[in-house]
């Protein structure tokens, strides 16, 4: 399934013959208001980027964030009204979407707006980003299915690390990254874009605790398929992608004895009763133990989420459809509680931090985020560009070796100075 870019809030022509071209085109459609003309301006940028590719986007009547979020002050009543008197004079394509089907509203340009692209000689060049922040801070819940974004104050740890963030994006920016032939329309070159650092928000007294839970990178080639990702190129040179062993149960190693998993066999081969668990299944179990309460809710989130990957998806993989399969008829000789205990009885060293609630897995979470953030620093300081997805590293052919040689042993790293506060155990 092709993968659907969001509005990107940050972009802004830096021309000023660009804009006063814009300006002339919005006004021959309607557009009037000076701040409409700023978010008319930002739906030209979005799909001069994306080529012929839809853009997703909402139209509902809700502010836009604060100036981390949305540093240009776009409101939704600009976007409506761009949205309108470009499909109106025929320069878009516009899908409404539904409240109902959870589903938002997708825009791509008409042959008309891409002419007109040309014509105006639009180039990446004439397009700046503005950022307004390199870290995000989320609530747990979601709205119509959407993240909501809090607003904050920066604290030392947040300062730093948007510098560091800012330094990985200028470097990915400089570079050429590719998908051939996406979609089968044309090659797609990811450019301008920002990559941000997520953070979750739960309770805490502690300042520089705010941005201890999730953390996680998304680019826009995070929801690409396996076989696409593999077929990215950087600068012109093929990728490979490299995964953490066990990532986030490494991760939990790291942090609480200070290495890695210490034997030479799978972290997540074990067994019941003499039958062999299935990795997935080991490793989701593990997994949803970082985040539940109990034996009992890793089972209930564990088959959910199979089913809901299965069944409850347009157009399910094959490979989920086969795991579902797989784990229900497991379950009905191997008790998942059983699955369960037999995680904790392998990993002894770090069995007390499981079951602790939504909350610590996030916090957990974080940890290997914080690791996977590290060795994206020491690339970042050699000029060697990667791509992340979660746990996994997409870097030029010629690093593999290096990558390979780093991105399992190195270390966790405190950078916030709360060692003595953390959540314990």
Not at 42 to 52: E, F, V
Not at 78 to 104: F, P, V, W
Not at 322 to 346: C, G, M, S
Request: proline share 4%; charged share 30%; aromatic share 10%.
């Amino acid at each position: 399934m092709t993968h659907i870019p969001k509005l990107d809030l940050f972009l802004e022509v830096n021309r000023q013959q660009i804009k006063d071209l814009s300006h002339k085109l919005g006004k021959e459609i309607g557009i009037l208001d000076k701040r409409q003309m700023r978010g008319f301006r930002l739906l030209l940028c979005n799909m001069y980027i994306q080529g012929q590719r839809q853009i997703m986007l909402s139209r509902r009547k809700l502010s836009l964030g604060g100036d981390k979020y949305n540093p240009l002050d776009i409101g939704y009543k600009a976007i409506n009204a761009s949205l309108d008197a470009l499909h109106k004079n025929d320069y878009i394509i516009q899908k409404i979407g539904s409240h109902n089907e959870h589903t938002m509203t997708t825009i791509k340009p008409t042959d008309k707006l891409i002419q007109w692209f040309k014509d105006a000689e639009w180039s990446d060049d004439r397009i700046d980003t503005r950022v307004g922040s390199y870290v995000t801070l989320q609530e747990t819940r979601k709205q119509n299915n959407n993240s909501v974004y809090v607003d904050f104050e920066d604290t030392k740890y947040s300062k730093w690390l948007g510098e560091r963030i800012k330094q990985y994006n200028q470097l990915l920016n400089n570079c050429k990254i590719v998908l051939p032939n996406d979609d089968e329309l044309e090659d797609r070159v990811f450019s301008k874009f920002t990559i941000q650092r997520n953070f979750i928000k739960h309770k805490s007294i502690y300042d520089n605790a705010k941005f201890t839970f999730g953390g996680r990178m998304s680019g826009p080639w995070v929801n690409l398929s396996l076989e696409d990702r593999s077929k990215i190129t950087i600068n012109g040179e093929q990728t490979v992608e490299l995964e953490r062993n066990a990532s986030i149960l490494n991760a939990m190693y790291q942090v609480v004895t200070g290495a890695p998993y210490p034997h030479d066999d799978d972290p997540y081969h074990i067994t019941v009763d003499g039958r062999v668990v299935p990795r997935h299944i080991a490793e989701s179990f593990s997994s949803f133990m970082q985040g539940s309460k109990s034996p009992k809710g890793v089972a209930h989130s564990v088959i959910n989420h199979y089913k809901r990957k299965a069944t409850e998806t347009k157009n399910p993989k094959e490979n989920d459809i086969q795991k579902y399969e797989e784990y229900v008829e497991f379950k009905k000789d191997i008790k998942p509680t059983d699955i369960a205990n037999a995680i904790l009885e392998k990993h002894p060293k770090v069995a007390s931090y499981y079951n602790k609630g939504r909350a610590y897995g996030d916090f957990i979470g974080c940890w290997e985020s914080d690791i996977v953030f590290e060795v994206v620093m020491e690339l970042t300081k050699q000029g060697i560009p990667c791509l992340t997805i979660n746990g996994s590293f997409i870097v030029p052919l010629q690093y593999k070796d290096l990558v390979d040689s780093i991105k399992d042993t190195t270390p966790y790293v405190d950078r916030r100075d709360i060692s003595e506060v953390l959540p314990s155990v």
